[in-house]
């Protein structure tokens, strides 16, 4: 009887110093308590809108293979900060890579693991691009240069035109992904219902190659009313607006990939309530979210 009254106070002091000892994690920032998944310093208007967010980045050419046809991979060089979430970006029609190779490390430098890829033909259509969107998220976590670098749970897609398509196509197929940010995205029929996933859809005010009223609209009305969505239409923004830096495209696509991808609340202030924004023609979404 005495041996167990002994047990059982040891097993009370072990209690108590690692009680004291969790009371002393949790002193530490409480930001990294609070969320596993943030990196980087609080933001503002200024490190959103930057050309380099706080890490610096390696950039590596990816070889066509493994079901997409290859482009760069854009990663943090800093790991002491745990894993990051994993960004495939894809580019529209005739496009190449290069085109859209800006948004890696613009992202990358924020925090993710970012692949810009070349489509296997410069002709495929958005389902194909779809497939390889999630084929470059599969390659980036299984058998890339960054694979140690990356949470394989946080996943998300974005792409340009037909890459805007494919991004919409591959969040109907697969419904845990994190975030998806089709851009100017162009498809045949357009009921994207069955996303589960947050979406934000950028678009182009002049797009005359995939105009609003007959793409972007129609596919952001389709979405679930409950789903956490917003819509961005660029002021006076062309179908090759993205091509090159936008400061408009890159700063929301930061903060609905920091929200969604991170789980990072500090950036809804970004998001909610939604942005007057002059450099935006029309700005909607449902808020706050969830
Ligand atoms: O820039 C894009 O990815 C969409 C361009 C659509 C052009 C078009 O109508 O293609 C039909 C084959």
Request: proline letters at 9%; charged letters at 20%.
């Amino acid at each position: 009887m005495l041996k167990w009254r002994r047990i059982t106070a040891a097993m009370a002091i072990v209690g108590t110093l690692a009680l004291i000892g969790s009371g002393l994690a949790s002193a530490a920032p409480a930001t990294y308590a609070d969320n596993p998944y943030e990196r980087g310093p609080a933001p503002t208007i200024a490190s959103i809108e930057a050309e380099r967010g706080p890490f610096a980045v390696s950039e590596v050419p990816v070889p066509r293979g493994n079901g997409f046809g290859g482009g760069t991979l854009h990663f943090p060089n800093d790991t002491s900060q745990g894993t990051f979430g994993a960004v495939a970006v894809a580019p529209g029609f005739l496009e190449p890579e290069i085109l859209l190779r800006w948004l890696g490390p613009r992202l990358a430098s924020q925090g993710f693991v970012v692949l810009t890829i070349e489509t296997n033909s410069p002709i495929d259509f958005p389902a194909a691009r779809a497939d390889q969107l999630l084929a470059a998220l599969t390659f980036m976590v299984e058998k890339s240069q960054a694979k140690d670098r990356i949470d394989g749970s946080r996943l998300a897609v974005m792409g340009i035109s037909m890459g805007g398509g494919g991004t919409l196509e591959a969040a109907t197929r697969k419904h845990d992904l994190e975030a998806a940010i089709p851009i100017v995205p162009w498809n045949l029929g357009g009921d994207y219902s069955g996303i589960r996933t947050p979406t934000l859809i950028i678009a182009g005010e002049g797009d005359i190659i995939a105009p609003t009223p007959l793409h972007a609209r129609p596919f952001y009305d389709s979405l679930s009313p409950g789903l956490n969505k917003a819509y961005a239409e660029v002021a006076g923004g062309g179908h090759f607006a993205p091509a090159l830096p936008n400061v408009t495209v890159a700063k929301y696509s930061i903060s609905w990939l920091k929200r969604f991808v991170d789980n990072d609340t500090r950036y809804e202030q970004f998001l909610c309530p939604i942005p007057k924004d002059p450099k935006t023609s029309v700005f909607e979404g449902n808020c706050p979210h969830t």
